[in-house]
């Protein structure tokens, strides 16, 4: 008999486009959502898009609660439910980058609430995933999460962003070519749960991506329309797949020590990108698609290497060697490269001099 079930959870409303900013309060009314809002902010984006969402929800007699968190942890969510309960909220907007969406993400899960997504940067692929990434102590956990009611994506306040957190977008799409393969590899050895639709539709993400490539430029609003719809489609790819997998393998084991090792020294996105140049060699040695990848980066702007990162030569080193142990997740690192196999492949890609 058979007996396999899948839920697939995605957002019902997706808005992307210039000035869409003052369309969440449409939303929440497509959305039946009643009550008070929670905002769910980090500094700069409470500025840029919270404060002025804000004000669009008093001016129609909706007086928002809001939360400014500072980095991505499980107190940062634990204080946002505390928030939440006190002021008694019915939903929560997630406003920012990575860390407060997903902060809002974990939080309205907890909470039994539903959460709309309102990036303010094309930083991330979080946008629309079920999965929050929270550090914990040496580890890091993607957790399971409520995905968004909706997106609102305004292209406007993406495309007025620095520059290098759209490229950081594009680097952790990028790097979607080194998780699929890292994919592909524990169902073989390991017999890990895989889905070809998530992995070919994470692929084909990062495929269009580099080949739109040209279109991705400073001070271009298209960029930011480009860049969010790969992430909002490789978002989707992890909703399709009930895990991060077609989107985080080795490179972001690699970026994750690194958050370890040199906080705050670049961004997400960078990081996983020259961890993709790494474990793309790793996989398929000098003459594989490393080169196109470092290639690929290169063309927008991202960083390809240490230096590039603001990080130490030893660091990649160390991060290099013991990133396996992060979490249970079998990746081409196997049980962890010796120092001598890590300097060769950093030295060989030009991570390191
Ligand atoms: N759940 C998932 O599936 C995924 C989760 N992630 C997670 O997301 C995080 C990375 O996301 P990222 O966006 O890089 O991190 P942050 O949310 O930390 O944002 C990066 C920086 O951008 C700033 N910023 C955001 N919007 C603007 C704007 N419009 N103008 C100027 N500055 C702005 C932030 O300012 P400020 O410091 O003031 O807030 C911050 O300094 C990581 O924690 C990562 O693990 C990444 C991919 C997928
Ligand atoms: O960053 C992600 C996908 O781009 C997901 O992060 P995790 O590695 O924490 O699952
Ligand atoms: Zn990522």
């Given at each position: ?339 001598r196999a890590a300097r060769d492949v950093a030295t060989k ?5």
């Amino acid at each position: 008999m058979f007996e396999k079930s899948t839920w697939i959870r995605l957002p019902r409303n997706v808005v992307v486009g210039h000035g869409v900013r003052n369309e969440v309060l449409g939303v929440v009314n497509d959305l039946h959502l009643q009550g008070r809002p929670l905002f769910v902010t980090s500094p700069t984006p409470r500025e840029v898009a919270a404060d002025p969402i804000a004000a669009d929800f008093e001016a129609a007699g909706i007086e928002p609660a809001i939360v400014t968190i500072e980095r991505a942890t499980f107190e940062a969510v634990e204080r946002v439910i505390e928030v939440a309960e006190a002021e008694d909220v019915s939903y929560l907007v997630g406003i920012g980058g990575g860390k407060a969406i997903d902060i809002a993400k974990l939080a309205s899960h907890h909470l039994d609430m539903g959460f709309l997504s309102v990036p303010t940067a094309a930083s991330h692929d979080g946008i629309v995933s079920n999965r929050g990434s929270v550090p914990d102590g040496d580890s890091r956990h993607s957790v399971a999460a409520e995905p968004p009611l909706a997106v609102v994506a305004d292209t406007g306040i993406l495309a007025d962003a620095p520059w290098e957190l759209t490229t950081a977008g594009c680097a952790d799409i990028i790097s979607n070519y080194t998780a699929v393969m890292d994919w592909r590899l524990a169902q073989r050895l390991k017999d890990v749960e895989y889905s070809e639709y998530a992995a070919a539709l994470s692929e084909m993400t990062a495929e269009i991506l580099v080949d739109n490539a040209d279109l991705i430029r400073p001070g271009l609003e298209e960029s930011a329309w480009v860049v969010t719809k790969a992430l909002m489609s490789s978002g989707v790819a992890m909703s399709i797949a009930g895990s991060s997998r077609p989107a985080s393998g080795a490179e972001h084991l690699f970026s994750h020590q690194l958050d370890r090792l040199a906080p705050d020294a670049a961004l997400h996105g960078h990081q996983v990108g020259v961890g993709s140049i790494l474990t793309a060699y790793l996989h398929q040695g000098g003459d594989g698609i490393w080169r196109d990848i470092r290639d690929a980066l290169s063309s927008i702007d991202a960083p390809t290497t240490a230096d590039d990162l603001g990080i130490g030569d030893e660091t990649v080193i160390e991060a290099l060697t013991t990133c396996h142990e992060i979490r249970d997740r079998y990746t081409i690192l196997g049980d962890g490269m010796n120092e001598r196999a890590a300097r060769d492949v950093a030295t060989k890609t030009g991570v390191i001099d």
